[in-house]
């Protein structure tokens, strides 16, 4: 059993703590024999290098050295891939493996999740959260530590178990299950009881007209908490 970590992501805000992606590797050896496998580009050495240091199970560091096809043939391999929001999340996707992403500062899940049934967005369950673009975060990146390593720990080990990940507790996170709408578009729900809020709302009515708007139809109005 193989589980994928990519620790990087295209900036320092967008990236988990690497002692959080260790963690969740222990659990997944400790609970369900999942040896880790880590993937990256070779920017990403030193976090590979600190994630050695703290993994107690058994671990593979790839970083850097996979090109595109031979990244394709490791992910095909994985169970699961944890991972930041990355360009591996969306190849891991088309390859029909279901991933745990996290999303962080700018990156939010209904802007770029991944186009495939089953897989689980996590988003930190913060007022700021996602950060606007372009300006320095107030609050001293809390977004990175508030999804806890047993968040992930939690959904990760159940996957491998029963192939699905369950509604219920989701701490310091929003929890998205990723799938499919009725016209074939990229489509979440929530896990964790955050459909409701004022901003899934939002995000469904603003998709609902910009879809119109690009698809150069008559507007018709969105009909709240209905899927666009």
């Given at each position: 059993l193989v589980v994928g970590f990519q620790l990087g992501a295209s900036a320092a805000a967008r990236q988990w703590p690497v002692e959080h992606f260790a963690q969740a590797a222990n659990r997944t050896w400790q609970d369900v024999g999942a040896a880790a496998v880590l993937v990256g580009t070779g920017a990403e050495k030193p976090l590979a290098a600190r994630f050695g240091q703290l993994?107690?199970?058994?671990?593979?560091?790839?970083?850097?050295?996979?090109?595109?096809?031979?990244?394709?043939?490791?992910?095909?391999?994985?169970r699961l891939l944890v991972t930041n929001d990355t360009g591996t999340l969306h190849l891991a996707a088309g390859l029909g493996v279901p991933s745990v992403a996290i999303f962080l500062a700018t990156a939010q899940p209904f802007d770029t999740g991944p186009y495939l049934t089953g897989c689980l967005c996590l988003e930190p369950d913060l007022p700021c959260h996602p950060c606007p673009f372009g300006a320095p975060c107030p609050h001293e990146h809390a977004c990175r530590t508030a999804i806890t390593p047993q968040t992930v720990a939690d959904a990760a080990v159940t996957f491998c178990r029963t192939g699905q990940f369950m509604p219920g507790g989701y701490p310091g996170a929003r929890a998205w299950l990723s799938g499919f709408d009725d016209a074939g578009f990229m489509d979440l729900s929530s896990l964790s009881g955050h459909d409701s809020e004022a901003r899934a709302i939002w995000l469904r009515c603003q998709r609902h007209v910009l879809r119109q708007f690009l698809d150069d139809v008559p507007f018709t109005p969105a009909v709240v908490g209905a899927a666009p």
């Open positions: 993994c107690q199970g058994p671990w593979l560091d790839l970083v850097g050295a996979t090109n595109l096809p031979l990244l394709a043939a490791v992910a095909a391999e994985m």
